[in-house]
T-cell receptor
Framework: EAQVTQNPRYLITVTGKKLTVTCSQN?????MSWYRQDPGLGLRQIYY???????DKGDVPEGYKVSRKEKRNFPLILESPSPNQTSLYFC???????????FGPGTRLTVL | AQSVTQLGSHVSVSEGALVLLRCNYS??????LFWYVQYPNQGLQLLLK??????LVKGINGFEAEFKKSETSFHLTKPSAHMSDAAEYFC??????????????FGKGTKLSVIP
Protein backbone atom coordinates (compact mmCIF):
# COMPACT_ATOMS: atom_id res chain seq x y z
CA GLU A 1 0.00 0.00 0.00
CA ALA A 2 1.32 3.42 -1.00
CA GLN A 3 1.73 5.52 2.11
CA VAL A 4 3.66 8.01 4.17
CA THR A 5 4.40 6.81 7.67
CA GLN A 6 5.42 8.83 10.69
CA ASN A 7 6.71 7.68 14.05
CA PRO A 8 5.89 8.20 16.77
CA ARG A 9 2.28 9.25 16.40
CA TYR A 10 2.22 10.77 19.86
CA LEU A 11 5.10 12.06 21.94
CA ILE A 12 5.33 13.86 25.25
CA THR A 13 8.79 15.09 26.17
CA VAL A 14 10.54 17.71 28.28
CA THR A 15 12.33 20.88 27.33
CA GLY A 16 15.81 20.32 25.98
CA LYS A 17 15.64 16.59 25.38
CA LYS A 18 16.63 15.89 21.78
CA LEU A 19 14.11 13.99 19.72
CA THR A 20 13.64 12.71 16.20
CA VAL A 21 10.39 12.16 14.34
CA THR A 22 10.80 9.75 11.48
CA CYS A 23 9.08 9.98 8.11
CA SER A 24 9.18 7.35 5.42
CA GLN A 25 7.44 6.97 2.06
CA ASN A 26 7.26 3.92 -0.16
CA UNK A 27 6.28 5.67 -3.40
CA UNK A 28 9.74 6.65 -4.65
CA UNK A 29 8.79 10.32 -4.37
CA UNK A 30 11.44 12.95 -4.87
CA UNK A 31 9.79 15.78 -2.94
CA MET A 32 9.30 15.53 0.83
CA SER A 33 8.43 18.13 3.41
CA TRP A 34 7.52 18.78 7.04
CA TYR A 35 4.73 20.99 8.35
CA ARG A 36 3.43 22.01 11.70
CA GLN A 37 -0.23 22.69 12.26
CA ASP A 38 -1.40 25.04 14.98
CA PRO A 39 -4.96 26.24 15.67
CA GLY A 40 -5.75 29.40 13.75
CA LEU A 41 -2.44 29.32 11.88
CA GLY A 42 -3.07 26.54 9.41
CA LEU A 43 -0.10 24.53 8.17
CA ARG A 44 3.30 26.08 8.01
CA GLN A 45 6.14 24.48 6.13
CA ILE A 46 9.22 23.80 8.22
CA TYR A 47 11.64 22.27 5.70
CA TYR A 48 11.36 20.63 2.34
CA UNK A 49 13.59 18.50 0.16
CA UNK A 50 13.56 18.34 -3.60
CA UNK A 51 15.75 15.22 -3.67
CA UNK A 52 18.42 13.30 -1.79
CA UNK A 53 20.92 15.61 -0.10
CA UNK A 54 18.91 18.70 -1.13
CA UNK A 55 16.98 20.50 1.61
CA ASP A 56 15.54 24.01 1.87
CA LYS A 57 14.02 26.09 4.64
CA GLY A 58 10.32 26.66 4.69
CA ASP A 59 8.49 29.37 6.58
CA VAL A 60 9.33 28.28 10.13
CA PRO A 61 12.67 26.40 10.20
CA GLU A 62 14.03 27.78 13.50
CA GLY A 63 14.64 25.08 16.08
CA TYR A 64 14.42 22.22 13.59
CA LYS A 65 16.85 20.19 11.52
CA VAL A 66 16.29 17.71 8.72
CA SER A 67 18.37 15.37 6.63
CA ARG A 68 17.73 13.51 3.38
CA LYS A 69 20.30 10.77 3.04
CA GLU A 70 17.93 8.36 1.37
CA LYS A 71 15.09 9.03 -0.98
CA ARG A 72 12.47 7.35 1.19
CA ASN A 73 13.33 8.91 4.57
CA PHE A 74 13.12 12.47 5.81
CA PRO A 75 13.53 12.68 9.59
CA LEU A 76 12.73 15.83 11.58
CA ILE A 77 15.13 16.56 14.42
CA LEU A 78 14.52 18.83 17.38
CA GLU A 79 17.90 19.31 19.02
CA SER A 80 16.57 21.17 22.06
CA PRO A 81 12.78 21.18 22.07
CA SER A 82 10.92 24.03 23.69
CA PRO A 83 7.25 24.36 24.71
CA ASN A 84 6.51 26.57 21.68
CA GLN A 85 7.24 23.55 19.50
CA THR A 86 4.23 21.77 20.92
CA SER A 87 2.20 21.13 17.80
CA LEU A 88 0.80 18.63 15.33
CA TYR A 89 3.43 17.72 12.75
CA PHE A 90 2.81 16.34 9.28
CA CYS A 91 5.23 14.83 6.83
CA UNK A 92 4.31 14.78 3.15
CA UNK A 93 5.76 13.53 -0.12
CA UNK A 94 5.11 14.19 -3.79
CA UNK A 95 6.17 12.45 -6.99
CA UNK A 96 7.02 15.53 -8.98
CA UNK A 97 6.95 19.28 -9.07
CA UNK A 98 4.88 21.21 -8.54
CA UNK A 99 4.28 19.25 -5.37
CA UNK A 100 0.76 17.97 -4.79
CA UNK A 101 1.32 16.03 -1.70
CA UNK A 102 0.49 12.83 0.06
CA PHE A 103 0.33 13.45 3.78
CA GLY A 104 1.27 11.21 6.64
CA PRO A 105 -1.10 10.66 9.59
CA GLY A 106 0.56 13.26 11.81
CA THR A 107 2.61 13.30 15.01
CA ARG A 108 1.23 15.11 18.01
CA LEU A 109 4.15 16.48 20.02
CA THR A 110 3.89 17.98 23.49
CA VAL A 111 6.94 19.63 25.03
CA LEU A 112 6.64 20.26 28.77
CA ALA B 1 7.37 35.58 -1.89
CA GLN B 2 3.95 34.01 -1.92
CA SER B 3 0.95 34.04 0.37
CA VAL B 4 -2.58 32.74 0.67
CA THR B 5 -5.60 34.34 2.27
CA GLN B 6 -8.70 32.34 3.03
CA LEU B 7 -11.70 34.53 3.71
CA GLY B 8 -13.73 33.22 6.61
CA SER B 9 -12.34 30.87 9.20
CA HIS B 10 -15.80 29.31 9.64
CA VAL B 11 -18.50 28.82 7.03
CA SER B 12 -21.90 27.23 7.66
CA VAL B 13 -24.22 26.03 4.94
CA SER B 14 -27.43 24.05 4.90
CA GLU B 15 -27.44 20.57 3.47
CA GLY B 16 -28.13 20.85 -0.26
CA ALA B 17 -26.98 24.46 -0.48
CA LEU B 18 -24.09 25.83 -2.49
CA VAL B 19 -20.67 25.63 -0.89
CA LEU B 20 -18.32 28.53 -1.61
CA LEU B 21 -14.95 28.76 0.11
CA ARG B 22 -12.82 31.72 -0.84
CA CYS B 23 -9.10 31.80 -1.48
CA ASN B 24 -6.92 34.63 -2.73
CA TYR B 25 -3.25 34.26 -3.41
CA SER B 26 -0.21 36.36 -4.00
CA UNK B 27 2.74 35.20 -6.06
CA UNK B 28 5.45 37.01 -8.01
CA UNK B 29 5.68 34.17 -10.54
CA UNK B 30 3.00 31.97 -12.12
CA UNK B 31 1.53 29.91 -9.29
CA UNK B 32 0.24 26.43 -8.84
CA LEU B 33 -2.75 26.22 -6.53
CA PHE B 34 -4.29 23.48 -4.45
CA TRP B 35 -7.21 22.74 -2.19
CA TYR B 36 -6.88 20.18 0.57
CA VAL B 37 -9.45 18.79 2.97
CA GLN B 38 -8.84 17.63 6.52
CA TYR B 39 -11.40 15.54 8.36
CA PRO B 40 -11.26 15.47 12.15
CA ASN B 41 -8.19 13.70 13.53
CA GLN B 42 -6.88 12.90 10.08
CA GLY B 43 -4.18 14.10 7.73
CA LEU B 44 -4.77 16.23 4.66
CA GLN B 45 -6.14 14.93 1.42
CA LEU B 46 -5.77 16.64 -1.95
CA LEU B 47 -9.12 17.77 -3.38
CA LEU B 48 -7.91 19.39 -6.58
CA LYS B 49 -5.04 21.30 -8.13
CA UNK B 50 -4.41 23.97 -10.74
CA UNK B 51 -1.20 23.50 -12.70
CA UNK B 52 -1.58 26.02 -15.55
CA UNK B 53 -3.81 23.92 -17.76
CA UNK B 54 -7.59 24.47 -17.65
CA UNK B 55 -8.65 27.30 -15.38
CA LEU B 56 -11.71 25.39 -14.17
CA VAL B 57 -10.49 22.43 -12.19
CA LYS B 58 -12.66 19.53 -11.10
CA GLY B 59 -11.73 17.52 -8.07
CA ILE B 60 -12.99 14.71 -5.94
CA ASN B 61 -16.32 14.57 -4.11
CA GLY B 62 -17.98 16.99 -6.56
CA PHE B 63 -15.79 19.98 -5.75
CA GLU B 64 -14.39 22.34 -8.32
CA ALA B 65 -12.38 25.55 -8.35
CA GLU B 66 -11.74 28.26 -10.89
CA PHE B 67 -8.41 30.03 -11.29
CA LYS B 68 -8.93 33.73 -11.98
CA LYS B 69 -5.65 35.47 -12.60
CA SER B 70 -7.18 38.94 -12.79
CA GLU B 71 -8.70 38.50 -9.35
CA THR B 72 -5.83 36.40 -7.94
CA SER B 73 -8.45 33.99 -6.70
CA PHE B 74 -9.00 30.26 -6.56
CA HIS B 75 -12.37 29.79 -4.89
CA LEU B 76 -13.69 26.31 -4.12
CA THR B 77 -17.30 25.43 -4.89
CA LYS B 78 -19.72 22.55 -4.70
CA PRO B 79 -23.30 22.85 -5.96
CA SER B 80 -24.93 20.89 -3.17
CA ALA B 81 -23.48 20.33 0.29
CA HIS B 82 -23.59 16.94 1.97
CA MET B 83 -23.22 16.27 5.66
CA SER B 84 -20.02 14.39 4.86
CA ASP B 85 -18.46 17.61 3.54
CA ALA B 86 -18.08 18.96 7.07
CA ALA B 87 -14.33 19.36 7.48
CA GLU B 88 -11.56 21.93 7.38
CA TYR B 89 -10.40 23.11 3.97
CA PHE B 90 -7.01 24.54 3.15
CA CYS B 91 -5.94 26.48 0.09
CA UNK B 92 -2.24 26.33 -0.82
CA UNK B 93 0.08 27.97 -3.34
CA UNK B 94 3.45 27.07 -4.70
CA UNK B 95 5.70 28.40 -7.44
CA UNK B 96 9.18 27.85 -8.72
CA UNK B 97 11.31 30.01 -6.44
CA UNK B 98 14.39 29.33 -8.53
CA UNK B 99 16.36 26.30 -9.64
CA UNK B 100 13.23 24.20 -9.60
CA UNK B 101 12.66 24.71 -5.90
CA UNK B 102 9.05 24.76 -4.70
CA UNK B 103 8.05 26.04 -1.28
CA UNK B 104 4.43 25.36 -0.41
CA UNK B 105 2.41 27.95 1.51
CA PHE B 106 -0.96 27.18 3.07
CA GLY B 107 -3.82 29.39 4.09
CA LYS B 108 -5.08 29.30 7.66
CA GLY B 109 -8.01 27.10 6.78
CA THR B 110 -11.79 27.36 6.63
CA LYS B 111 -13.90 25.09 8.77
CA LEU B 112 -17.06 24.08 6.95
CA SER B 113 -20.15 23.12 8.92
CA VAL B 114 -23.15 21.57 7.20
CA ILE B 115 -26.51 22.08 8.87
CA PRO B 116 -29.13 19.36 8.39
Amino acid sequence: EAQVTQNPRYLITVTGKKLTVTCSQNMNHEYMSWYRQDPGLGLRQIYYSMNVEVTDKGDVPEGYKVSRKEKRNFPLILESPSPNQTSLYFCASSPRTPPSQYFGPGTRLTVL
Amino acid sequence: AQSVTQLGSHVSVSEGALVLLRCNYSSSVPPYLFWYVQYPNQGLQLLLKYTSAATLVKGINGFEAEFKKSETSFHLTKPSAHMSDAAEYFCAVTADSGAGSYQLTFGKGTKLSVIP
